[in-house]
C-alpha cells in the first residue's frame, strides 16, 4: 500500500508539472533567412442597391517573401515583397482579373503588376508588433509607371490602392497571418487580448481580438482567436456622403506558431461582416446593405 500512495504521489506531481509547463512566444528570426506566406482568400460580398441584388465572388491568392536584413536589439528588419498576385471578379456581368505569373495589360487590375516583385522593408519587433515600413512610396509610384490615366483618374487610382496597400493596411495584413504575442510567458488555457485601430479615408476600424493557447505540443503553439469589430465614418465627396456602419461582425481563426522562431507556419481563419452603407447625394438618401465574408488559410515556410 504504502508502495501505491508513492506512485500515486510521484504521478500527481509529473502531471503538475506538465500542467505548469510555461513558454514565452517570441520572435527569434535570424539574419539571413527567408519566409515565405502564401495567403489564399475565398471572399464573397452580397449586397443590394436600390431592389437590386449583388452576389459577387472575390478569390484573391498572394505569394510573399520576407528575408531577415537584420536582427538587432530584439528588433527585425523584413524584406518584403509580393512575388505572386491573383484576383479576379465579376462585377455586373463583367469579369475582371489579375494574374502576375499571366498579366493582362487590358485588365483593370493591370496595375497591381507594378507592385510584383518590388521590395519594401518592415520591421517588427520580438512580440509581432510592425513598428516600422519603408519603401511603400516607391512601390506605389511603380504601379502607375507608363499606364496612361487622366490626372483625375490618377488621383483615384492612387486613392483606392493606397486604401488597400496603405501602411496601415500592410500591418493589418501581416497581422491577420500571425499573432501579436503577449508579454507574459504562456502555458495550455492562457489567455490574452489585444486591440488594433486603424483609420482608412475617414473610416475607423477597431478589431478586438481575444486569444488562447490550445495547446503546447513539441516545438509548436497552438492558439484560438475570436475577434469583433466597429467600425464608423464615412466619406464626404463633392455633394456626395457616404457613411459606413457594421451590424453585426465575427471572426474565428486557428494558429499554429513555431516555437522556435515565433513565425506562425499556418493560419486558418473565417471572417464575418453585416454592413449598412447610407449615401446621401444632393439632399438624396439611399441605403445599400452589405453582407462580407471569407475563408482565408495562409501557409509558411
Known sequence: ???????????????????????ELRYNLQKGQTYTQEMDMKMNVKMEVQGMKIDTDVPFFAKISYKVLAAENKNFTLETA???????????????????????DNSPLAMLAGMVGKKFTMTLDELGNVVNIEGLDKLFESMFEGKNFTEEQLNQMKATVSSIFSEEKIKENFSSGS?????????KGFEWTTVTTQQVQGINMVTNNSFVVDKLSGTQAFINSVSSYTLDGGITENDQNT?????????????????KTGWTVETKSNMWLLMKITVNQAGVEMTMPMEISADIVVKSK
Open 1 to 23: 500500500m504504502k508502495k501505491l500512495n508513492l506512485i500515486l504521489i510521484a504521478a500527481v506531481l509529473t502531471m503538475n508539472c506538465f500542467a505548469q509547463k510555461t513558454v
Open 82 to 104: 509580393y512575388d505572386v498576385m491573383r484576383m479576379k471578379m465579376n462585377v455586373m456581368g463583367q469579369d475582371i482579373g489579375f494574374d502576375s505569373e499571366n498579366p493582362n
Open 179 to 187: 499573432i501579436i504575442f503577449p508579454k507574459e510567458a504562456v502555458k
Open 243 to 259: 457613411k459606413f456602419a457594421l451590424e453585426n461582425s465575427k471572426m474565428s481563426a486557428t494558429y499554429i506558431v513555431d516555437l
